[in-house]
Structures are given as C-alpha cells and as structure tokens.
C-alpha cells in the first residue's frame, strides 16, 4: 500500500503526517509483523494505564503498549464469554450469522475465512500459542477450531476454557479420573499434531517462552502471533510462589490424583467463593496478573532486541469482561463475564505500531473487536475482500485520524442466550441480567436494579447502569429496538423477543 492510499484508506489529513507516515512514506519498513495478545477474563479496571483503574492495580509492561501506542476506553467485545467473543474477532462478523441460538458453543464455520487464512494467504507466517477455545472441538486436532485447520501453521497450547497452570504433564494426565473437561482440564499442551508432556513450569512461563523462541524465528520475515493466555482465569490461585508472597497469599496444594479424586471437583472447590474467601481471592487474582504483566514484558523486551519493535503491530485486549468468581474489577461498570451489562462487554484494549500509529494517545468513542481483522488487513496493505461479511471497520481508521468520532457512528449489538443489547452513541438498551447466587460475586462486581427487564442507559452520565430511563425515553426504546430487530432478522433470520421467545423463525443453514 503506498503513501496515498494508506492516507485515503485511513481518513488522515496533513496533520497526520507526524506520527503514521513513517512506514507508508519510506516503503522500506515492508509489511508490519502483527502480533495479538488476548487475556482471560481481564477487568476494566485491572490495567493502570486507565484513570478509573482500580487502587491496588500496577500492570507497567500492557502500560507499555499504551504509552507507546493508544489506549482504547471503550472496546466492546461481541459477548461475554470466551468461545463467540473468539470467534468474532477471529472471523470479523457477528458470530450469530452462523450461530442463530448465541449460544456457548459457535465453532468456526468451514466457509468463513479467519483472519490467520487471510494472512497466511498473504505471505505471513503465522503462529498460535495459548487457549485456542471456539465452543467445539474440544482436544482435536481434527476439528475446524483446531489452529492448525484455520489459518496457522504452529500451535502450542490447547482446545477448552481453561487449563490447569501447574499439571502439564503426560504422566499426571495419566493418573487424572478425568483430565479432559472444557474447564477442568489438565495435562500436556498441544503442539502442531502431537502432544507436549512438562514435568515441571508454569503454563504463563511456559507460552511466553514458546512465544519468544516464534519471534527469534521468524524475525526474518513477516509473522502474524496470535498469544493467548489463560491468565486470569480460574484456577486463579495457581501462580508461582514469588507472586504470591508480594501480594501476602498463602500456596494452596496442587491438585494431587492419588489422594484428592476428580480434577474436576478440585476446579470447582476453588472458582467460586468458599474455600477461598473474598478479600483473598482479589489477591490470587492481583497475583495471577502481575505475573502475566511480566511475560508479557518479556514478549515486548524480545521485540526490542530482535530490532521489530517498531513495525509491529501489537494489539492486546481481554477475551470478556471481568470474572465474578475471581475478584476482577470492572468499575466503575456494572456487571461482569456471563452477562451484557457493561462490565461483561466492554474490556482493556491497547494497540502500539511505532511505524504507523500515533503515541500515547486516547480513543473515547466506542470500537469493537470485530474491527481486528480489517485492522489487520490494513497494516498488511491488503483490500477487504467483496462478499466478505465483514461486520467491524478497521481500528486503524480511527486511530490515525485526529478527529474523535471516526465518522458518523454505529450501532453495536449483542445476543447472548435469552438477553439482548444495542448501542448507539451514548444511549443502550438492554434486558441484561445478573446472576445473585451466593458465592458467586466477588465484592469487585457492582449489581444494580432492574435485572432481566427492559432498560435504557445513558452511558455518558450513567456507565454503571443505574438508572433505568425507558420510562422517560420511550422514543429511544423504540429506535433502539428497530434497529435490534433489523440486525437480529439479518444475522439471525429470527427475531427473539426480550424474554427469549421467538417473534419469527427462519430456518438457516450452516454457511
């Protein structure tokens, strides 16, 4: 892509020159290597680049990216759970165009291109390491969702929600009743079409280790990285000892098969409140992510000493919005991971490219992830494909104009399950609900009125979605939900009404 196009593709004027012409204007950078960095179950206000982070929160190495790059403060993801939100930034469409029930479990179709597909095919080497997690396809190396089968051409990691972080091992997989749950899950990581047994390390370590030894490799040549870590996932007490003394925790033992049975019934005594009460629990999770916050310090120390810092392309955010079950902080944002009020949707997102994005810079109007691919596209100099589907808009669009809004904005959707959520500009309308379980809200998480039943936010004066305006506002309800209604019948072919019953049904094939 030259100079101009890039200037034309990107809305840019004169006085952008400053800080994105670099690399379009000297055609001696060559495509960016692009490298994505996806946490689990991050919290809004767990990352101290943001003015609203949380008082015990220090996360300097993602600050680094922000610093160096742009600080992103309201980025949507398209559910509040980690399998559709991955298949939506990963294929840049509404995961509900193949999955009509918004369900857990979408998969990855076989006729929608990845964007690693769309990278490999433009001459990218491409490499995944970490939690490869689409809903399907659990533990095979056989299925659609299996790295390898969509786009990349190295894997190490595995296939399910989580994994344990200590239990890397053939042997101990061996010894488990049950090792292979979607959650509870131990045992060697997967490596391209074989399995990789540890005996000893910590999967953090180990995945920014792999991570580090890809960059070294390919620094040749343009690569697309794709690390995604299970931290801070459950189990949240899992981090290496060091961690644990500076935040004043005690080590829970390891899981052992001979003396504590099921896997499974060890997970689920540790990721809910009980075993672990409140005030420790946002410890381990502190713990947890300073840990993380090194490695991926070390990632960015490996790109500075390999000399590809500054045609790179980092973009790092959080698969969801903060967990209940353990002790992430979304705040000021009501809600969490398993539901569509704010705190389930909207999550930390940073992006750095020295060669062609500004520096320390903040964006204020809402992004999605659906805008990745095309992002990425962009930075490659490659053209979006007609007929693609494509429901985001380059990232990069916005982020290299000097202007906030980007051009006339548009509205965000949401489906999960029976709970719906529309965007646009300030006003939000939703039915979203919050589960009240006992054990199951950490005292990070702000509840509020009205959960399950028709509400309207102003986000601008109202981002804890406190006050209910549907009564005073009922003509915004109604161009609310007529723009819901029209985005639901074209992706869905359905339109659910708030309760989950449906208005229409349309039978849909698989594409």
């Known amino acids: 892509m030259n100079r101009r196009n890039f200037l034309k593709t990107a809305g840019m004027g004169v006085a952008g020159l400053a800080f994105a012409g670099s690399a379009y204007a000297s055609g001696k950078s060559g495509k960016p290597n692009i490298l994505i960095i996806v946490t ?16 015990d929160i220090n996360t300097p190495n993602m600050d680094r990216i922000a610093r160096d790059g742009m600080l992103f403060t309201q980025a949507y993801v398209t559910a509040p759970v980690c399998s559709p ?7 840049g469409q509404y995961q509900q165009r193949w999955d009509p ?7 990855l179709p076989a006729k929608v291109k990845t964007i690693a597909e769309y990278l490999k095919g433009a001459g990218y080497a491409t490499g995944k390491i970490g939690k490869s997690d689409f809903g399907k396809g659990y533990h095979s190396a056989k299925a659609r969702e299996y790295p390898l089968n969509h786009g990349y051409d190295e894997f190490l990691g595995f296939s399910a929600h989580a994994h344990d972080y200590f239990a890397l091992s053939e042997d101990i997989a061996k010894r488990t009743p049950d090792p292979n749950g979607t959650s509870a899950h131990l045992g060697p990581l997967m490596h391209n ?3 990789k047994s540890y005996d000893n390390g910590y999967i953090t370590n180990i995945l920014t280790d792999a991570a580090i030894d890809y960059i070294k490799l390919n620094k040749k040549k343009p690569f697309f990285l794709t690390v995604a870590y299970n931290a801070v996932h459950h189990l949240i007490h899992e981090v290496p000892e060091e961690y644990l003394n500076k935040f004043g925790v005690k080590p829970i033992p390891k899981y052992d098969p001979d003396t504590m049975g099921k896997y499974n019934n060890y997970y689920r005594k540790y990721c809910t409140l009980g075993a672990i009460n409140d005030q420790d629990m946002r410890k381990y999770y502190l713990a947890n992510l300073d ?3 090194d490695n991926i310090g070390r990632l960015l120390d490996a790109l500075d000493q390999s000399g590809l810092t500054e045609n790179t392309l980092i973009i790092c955010f959080a698969d969801n919005g903060g967990s209940p079950l353990t002790g992430a902080c979304n705040r000021p944002l009501r809600g969490s991971k398993y539901n569509l009020h704010e705190g389930g949707i909207r999550v930390p997102f940073v992006m750095r490219w020295p060669a062609g994005m500004p520096k320390n810079k903040s964006y204020n109007s809402p992004v999605s992830t659906l805008g990745i691919l095309p992002t990425c596209l962009e930075a490659a100099g490659l053209s979006v494909p007609e007929n693609s589907n494509l429901d985001g808009t380059s990232i990069l669009r916005v982020a290299c104009n000097e202007t906030e809004t980007g051009g006339k904005p548009k509205p965000l959707f949401w489906q999960w399950r029976n709970t719906f959520a529309v965007r646009l500009e300030d006003w939000k309308l939703t039915n979203a609900k919050i589960q ?3 054990n199951v809200n950490t005292s990070q998480i702000i509840k509020g009125p009205d959960s399950g039943k028709m509400q309207l936010y102003n986000l601008k004066d109202d981002p804890a979605e406190q006050n209910n305006l549907d009564r005073k506002h009922p ?13 639901a019948k074209a992706t869905m072919g359905t339109i659910p009404s708030w309760d989950g019953k449906e208005e229409s049904r349309k039978k849909r094939k698989r594409q």
Do not use: F, I
């Open 193 to 195: 079409n074989k399995k």
């Open 436 to 438: 009240h379980t006992k």
């Open 475 to 487: 003509e915004k309800v109604k161009q609310l939900m007529d723009l819901y209604k029209v985005w």
């Open 101 to 107: 029930s918004a369900s857990w479990t979408p998969g």
């Open 291 to 293: 840990c993380m916050d």
């Open 85 to 91: 939100s991955r298949a939506g930034w990963n294929t």
């Open 40 to 55: 689990d179950d991050q919290g809004y206000a767990d990352l101290s680049a943001y003015a609203h982070h949380a008082r």
